[in-house]
Nanobody, 126 residues
């Protein structure tokens, strides 16, 4: 059974930093890509950053380039999202998602076989 457990969210002031973690079980990072998506009430879920450990590819939404860094620890089966210089518009529920390498599209808000974690809330105050 695939399980994704997010942690690390919280309340931070603008300009601050947070590191989100996504601990995965039931999958191999060789076969699965991992992504972070965020959602605010009333808006569609959007891809923030994705990583494929097999081929070393990463993706960042334009809004977070230069501020967020995604990384993976294959030994721990955990993906991290380091978020620096946070802005109020980064506020939202952050979800970890997993899908087969080549099938996870960070630019698409959902997929029929995509697996999701329960989410972690990030709130950035101005």
């Amino acid at each position: 059974e695939v399980q994704l457990v997010e942690s690390g969210g919280g309340l931070v002031q603008a300009g601050g930093s947070l590191r989100l973690s996504c601990a995965a079980s039931g999958i191999s990072f060789y076969d699965y890509a991992i992504g972070w998506f965020r959602q605010v009430p009333g808006s569609e879920r959007e891809g923030v950053s994705c990583i494929s450990s097999r081929d070393g590819l990463t993706y960042y939404a334009d809004s977070v380039k230069g501020r967020f860094t995604i990384s993976s620890d294959n030994a721990k089966n955990t993906v991290y999202l380091q978020m620096n210089s946070l802005k109020p518009e980064d506020t939202g529920a952050y979800y970890c998602a997993a899908d087969r390498v080549g099938r996870l599209d960070c630019g698409v808000p959902n997929g029929p076989l995509r697996r999701w974690g329960q989410g972690t809330q990030v709130t950035v105050s101005s």
